[in-house]
C-alpha cells in the first residue's frame, strides 16, 4: 500500500501535469484511465489527495496581474509583488493591465482569487452601506430641496 506522503505526491505530480499541458482536457483524460486501472484501495487514496492538489498546483501556475487606473509607480508594483510574494509563499512577478474603469487604485488577481483595491469598489461599500437619509426639515414638515 503507499504511503500517504507518497500518495500526495503522486496526486501533486498529475496536477501540475494536467494543469501545464498545452491540452489540458486530454492529459486528464489520459490520467483518469490511467487512475481506473489502479486497485480500489490505491484508485481512492489517489482521487481523494487529488482535489487539494488540483487546487494548490492551480494557483501556484497562475499568473498574478495587476489592473490600475492612472500610472502604477515601479514603487508601487514592487510593493504589491513582495506583498502578493508573502501571500502567495513564492516569487511573482505582477502582469500589469491599464484599466480606467477603476477610476482610482488596483485590482489583483490570480486564478479565481481577487483583492479589490480600488475606488469604484469602495463606493459601491460606501453605498451599500449607507442608509437612505430622511430629508425632512426638523419642526417644518418640509422635505428640502434635492
Given at each position: 500500500?503507499?504511503s ?43 482521487l ?39 501571500k ?22 490570480v ?36
Amino acid at each position: 500500500m503507499l504511503s500517504k506522503k507518497r500518495v500526495h505526491s503522486a496526486a501533486r505530480r498529475l496536477a501540475v501535469h494536467v494543469l501545464s499541458a498545452p491540452e489540458p482536457r486530454k492529459a486528464l483524460s489520459l490520467a483518469l484511465a490511467e487512475i481506473a486501472e489502479l486497485g480500489p484501495v490505491r484508485r481512492l487514496s489517489l482521487l481523494q489527495a487529488l482535489d487539494g492538489a488540483f487546487r494548490r498546483a492551480k494557483e501556484e501556475l497562475a499568473s498574478p496581474s495587476v489592473e490600475y487606473a492612472g500610472k502604477l509607480a515601479t514603487a508601487d508594483r514592487k510593493n504589491l509583488e513582495r506583498w502578493l510574494s508573502e501571500k502567495m509563499g513564492r516569487a511573482v512577478r505582477l502582469a500589469q493591465k491599464k484599466n480606467p474603469d477603476l477610476l482610482g487604485g488596483v485590482r489583483l488577481s490570480v486564478g479565481d482569487r481577487r483583492w479589490e483595491l480600488s475606488v469604484r469598489s469602495s463606493l459601491a461599500q460606501f453605498l451599500a452601506d449607507t442608509q437612505p437619509m430622511d430629508l425632512r426639515l426638523r419642526g417644518s414638515g418640509e422635505k428640502s430641496p434635492p
